[in-house]
């Protein structure tokens, strides 16, 4: 079983903590921590197993909290823990908020001393959940969260069996390519309908209560007459993200100015994000090209996670 083997806190950020047998967790992160505040990262961990390996590495032995972690734990795979994730601690939960993190060098007092830092490479930090009291061999347990993501493709005649859906699979390969190389726990949904505007909506209303992260319809966005997902998608966004829609149209009506007719739009519904591709593989595939880059980055700040 997992558990917690040491607590170590310090009122100076940057250096060496010290092992205590108990904390009180407030909504700020540890009492008496000087990392504890309204921010992202009000508790790091870091596992003893890393920390073993470092010994041998090194030569010598190393102290609970040297590395400045507030939490050390045993029996527990960092490498499968991702953003969002909870971890429940004794009567604690916590958020995960970050992996990871940059490393100071010679400005930090842990790199001096231990002459590296394995904090960049193997820390997580979290932000508080339930605040409670926490002690040395409180057993630890990892609660993965999906990063939900559905993929809607709009098309009377691929609704209606007249001929298969190649856009929609496109984008699955895309996600699935890009998300290999990360800790993130992928889901994947898809659906086809027709080009009606009362299903579409009905649908982005599901995905909203459901809390997908992200919403990629696929169809729709010309300027036939059943085209209707750009003003059905309009009318529902809290926030619209016009910026992302127009660089791609940009880019690519440069060599193919149909492309500029395109009329594909992009918005936020609660912390959903949603963007609407064209319904051509190729068309889909240059802009999934353009919104994998943001994906990420939009999600940390809907999360209310400070990245920079």
Same mark, same amino acid.
């Given at each position: 079983?997992?558990?917690?083997?040491?607590?170590?806190?310090?009122?100076?950020?940057?250096?060496?903590?010290?092992?205590?047998?108990?904390?009180?967790?407030?909504?700020?992160?540890?009492?008496?921590?000087?990392?504890?505040?309204?921010?992202?990262?009000?508790?790091?961990?870091?596992?003893?197993?890393?920390?073993?390996?470092?010994?041998?590495?090194?030569?010598?032995?190393?102290?609970?909290?040297?590395?400045?972690?507030?939490?050390?734990?045993?029996?527990?795979?960092?490498?499968?823990?991702?953003?969002? &994730? +909870?971890?429940?601690? /004794? $009567?604690?939960?916590?958020?995960?908020?970050?992996?990871?993190?940059? @490393?100071?060098?010679? =400005?930090?007092?842990?790199?001096?001393?231990?002459?590296?830092?394995?904090?960049?490479?193997?820390?997580?930090?979290?932000?508080?959940?339930?605040?409670?009291?926490?002690?040395?061999?409180?057993?630890?347990?990892?609660?993965?969260?999906?990063?939900?993501?559905?993929?809607?493709?709009?098309?009377?005649?691929?609704?209606?069996?007249?001929?298969?859906?190649?856009?929609?699979?496109?984008?699955?390969?895309?996600?699935?390519?890009?998300?290999?190389?990360?800790?993130?726990?992928?889901?994947? &949904? +898809?659906?086809?309908? /027709? $080009?009606?505007?009362?299903?579409?909506?009905?649908?982005?209303?599901? @995905?909203?209560?459901? =809390?997908?992260?992200?919403?990629?319809?696929?169809?729709?966005?010309?300027?036939?007459?059943?085209?209707?997902?750009?003003?059905?998608?309009?009318?529902?966004?809290?926030?619209?993200?016009?910026?992302?829609?127009?660089?791609?149209?940009?880019?690519?009506?440069?060599?193919?100015?149909?492309?500029?007719?395109?009329?594909?739009?992009?918005?936020?519904?609660?912390?959903?994000?949603?963007?609407?591709?064209?319904?051509?593989?190729?068309?889909?595939?240059?802009?999934?090209?353009?919104?994998?880059?943001?994906?990420?980055?939009?999600?940390?700040?809907?999360?209310?996670?400070?990245?920079?």
């Amino acid at each position: 079983m997992a558990s917690v083997v040491s607590l170590n806190i310090s009122k100076v950020k940057g250096v060496a903590k010290t092992p205590v047998s108990e904390v009180r967790v407030s909504q700020m992160g540890i009492v008496d921590d000087a990392h504890a505040g309204n921010w992202h990262r009000q508790i790091s961990l870091l596992p003893i197993e890393q920390i073993r390996d470092f010994e041998t590495e090194l030569g010598r032995s190393l102290l609970s909290g040297e590395f400045g972690e507030n939490i050390t734990t045993e029996g527990i795979d960092f490498s499968q823990i991702a953003v969002r &994730d +909870t971890l429940t601690l /004794g $009567d604690v939960v916590l958020e995960v908020t970050q992996l990871g993190k940059t @490393c100071h060098g010679t =400005e930090c007092a842990i790199f001096s001393e231990a002459g590296k830092c394995i904090m960049p490479q193997h820390g997580v930090f979290c932000r508080v959940v339930e605040p409670g009291r926490l002690r040395v061999g409180d057993a630890l347990a990892h609660h993965q969260r999906p990063l939900k993501i559905m993929v809607l493709t709009l098309s009377d005649r691929a609704s209606q069996g007249e001929y298969k859906d190649r856009s929609g699979p496109a984008i699955v390969e895309m996600l699935k390519s890009f998300f290999s190389s990360t800790p993130w726990h992928l889901q994947v &949904d +898809t659906a086809i309908i /027709g $080009d009606d505007a009362t299903l579409l909506r009905y649908k982005v209303n599901d @995905c909203v209560a459901r =809390e997908v992260d992200v919403l990629l319809t696929t169809g729709g966005t010309g300027i036939g007459k059943r085209d209707i997902t750009p003003e059905t998608l309009l009318s529902l966004f809290h926030k619209e993200i016009p910026g992302i829609m127009d660089f791609i149209r940009m880019k690519y009506g440069a060599d193919l100015p149909q492309a500029l007719i395109s009329r594909s739009v992009a918005g936020v519904i609660n912390e959903t994000q949603v963007f609407a591709l064209p319904g051509s593989v190729k068309a889909a595939r240059e802009y999934m090209n353009e919104i994998l880059r943001v994906l990420e980055h939009n999600m940390l700040m809907l999360w209310g996670i400070d990245a920079h």
